[in-house]
């Protein structure tokens, strides 16, 4: 199987925003230079996981994505879909659908088993094998207020 460039830029992100997010708006020029994605690019990305419910904007000063909901609770599948659409259609088999070589149930068991394995892993485990491979973090630094 082989991920789209959007769907591997979708999951970048997300993990970006997992990763070294610490729950704080990251705006898309920051994900785009850590992650080595063309901002423009990563902009349909995050328009589409938006419509997912999969980040939430914020507008302004200090704005950008964050998670919409913890990283626990966003699996792989979660962000293929959001990109690409259900699974049973995008691992349709092409061609004709039934030519008589081939078994009809193939493409939705297929569909099915893939799409279990994808939602059985959710980003709070990818962050953690990350930091047991010493991936680095961006250093999370409290705000410094002036009066």
Do not use: W
Not at 30 to 38: A, N
Not at 102 to 108: I, M
Not at 135 to 144: G, I, L, N
Request: charged residues 25%; proline residues 8%.
């Amino acid at each position: 199987m082989r991920l789209s460039l959007q769907v591997q830029y979708a999951i970048c992100s997300v993990f970006e925003l997992a990763y070294n997010g610490h729950g704080e708006p990251v705006q898309v020029r920051v994900v785009s230079e850590r992650q080595g994605i063309p901002a423009r690019y990563l902009e349909q990305i995050f328009r589409r996981l938006r419509r997912a419910e999969l980040v939430l904007s914020k507008r302004g000063p200090g704005g950008g994505y964050t998670l919409a909901r913890a990283p626990s609770r966003i699996t792989l599948r979660d962000v293929i879909e959001a990109v690409e659409g259900p699974l049973a259609q995008t691992l349709a088999m092409e061609g004709d659908p039934s030519p008589p070589e081939r078994p009809s149930f193939l493409g939705p068991a297929l569909a099915r088993r893939l799409g279990e394995a994808l939602a059985a892993v959710a980003f709070d485990a990818v962050c953690r094998d990350a930091e047991r491979l010493g991936v680095p973090r961006v250093k999370h630094e409290a705000p410094m207020y002036f009066i």
